[in-house]
């Protein structure tokens, strides 16, 4: 059950508390200390990876943290919908595996609110299964606000299922790039 609420959560970050509650609201008796464990446990398996805010003190990044899994396949185990959540965690675990280092962006302060950023080619990147949906505005506006507040970012990219585009929007380049360009 705990990897159930974790896959469930996959695009989302989250506690250990949040988790520890999320099982006991459904009848399992399980300590906090004991979600940690297991967490870590699978984390040094190689089952799943934490990312953490780039944004947040050292102590909060421990504690709250996404989960992705290291395989797709897995984590479909866990999902009865799930194709955008399978297309970020695609990212995510290429990135990962490409850079070692990646960070997610959130900050209440700003309202910046994007999937991935790596330090070592100042990217942010947004994952939408499809940019011809609703997702559209809110994906330029993350990236928008991100450029605007945060100089650290230069390039800035949405990954789509397979779609393709440039947006040039309030003086921000935005590439739209379908995943399997972007990381081959």
């Keep these: ?83 955008s959540a399978l297309l970020e965690n695609m990212a995510a675990t290429e990135l990962y595996r490409k850079y070692g280092m990646i960070f997610f962006l959130k900050s209440s302060a700003t309202g910046i609110d994007v999937d991935f950023y790596i330090p070592e080619t100042k990217t942010a990147i947004q994952v939408t299964w499809s940019v011809k949906t609703s997702a559209r505005e809110r994906e330029i506006k993350n990236l928008r606000k991100t450029a605007s507040s945060f100089s650290e970012a230069e390039r800035f990219v949405i990954l789509t299922k397979d779609e393709q585009e440039n947006i040039e929007e309030n003086g921000v380049r935005i590439e739209v790039v379908p995943l399997y360009r972007f990381l081959f």
């Design 1 to 83: 059950m705990l990897f159930k609420k974790t896959a469930e959560s996959v695009c989302s970050e989250i506690s250990y508390s949040k988790l520890h509650n999320m099982l006991k609201t459904i009848g399992i008796s399980i300590s906090k200390d004991s979600v940690i464990e297991y967490m870590n446990y699978a984390v040094n398996a190689y089952l799943i990876f934490p990312v953490q805010n780039y944004f947040t003190k050292f102590a909060e990044r421990e504690s709250n943290q996404k989960y992705y899994f290291s395989d797709n396949g897995l984590l479909n185990l866990f999902l009865n919908e799930g194709n």
